[in-house]
């Protein structure tokens, strides 16, 4: 047996802690959609075209737990963005604790880890300090082969 896995798990714990303790103040929330994607492929396929239900709408806001890290992007960073970053740009390091309970919350809808960020068509982008910050660019930092935390570069919007 290798003990490669219980390492990066107690590492895991570790950056959860410490995030717990150490947080930003500010909560940092996941915005997804109320209603489901309006888009039935089967349904299509026999000549029907399907909308959402009338009366479901919104967004749901979902707080990130443990508390994110969250810091400026460095001009450096916005300038290699070739314009997708803007000055008030924000990067997030979210522990992988709350990927995984994104992934039990909507088992089917998410097929791995990266679509929790990019190809779940339910989501919207992260609320922080009343913003909207749509995500840019994502990596997962991992440790014997298991992600440990995610780092997100995302750009604000102007919407709350």
Request: aromatic letters at 10%.
């Amino acid at each position: 047996m290798s003990s490669c896995p219980i390492v990066s798990y107690g590492i895991q714990a570790m950056l959860d802690a410490s995030l717990t303790v150490a947080g930003t103040g500010l909560p940092v929330y996941y915005r997804v959609k109320n209603a489901p994607p309006t888009t039935n492929t089967a349904a299509q396929e026999h000549g029907f075209t399907t909308s959402a239900a009338v009366g479901i709408g919104g967004t749901t806001d979902i707080l990130i737990n443990p508390q994110p890290s969250v810091n400026a992007v460095s001009m450096f960073n916005i300038a290699q963005s070739m314009g997708k970053l803007n000055a008030e740009s924000k990067q997030f390091v979210i522990s992988d604790t709350f990927v995984d309970f994104i992934l039990a919350k909507y088992p089917g809808l998410i097929a791995q880890a990266d679509n929790v960020w990019d190809g779940f068509n339910q989501f919207v982008g992260l609320v922080y300090s009343n913003r909207l910050y749509n995500v840019v660019s994502y990596a997962s930092k991992q440790i014997a082969g298991s992600s440990v935390s995610w780092i997100l570069r995302c750009s604000a919007t102007g919407q709350e």
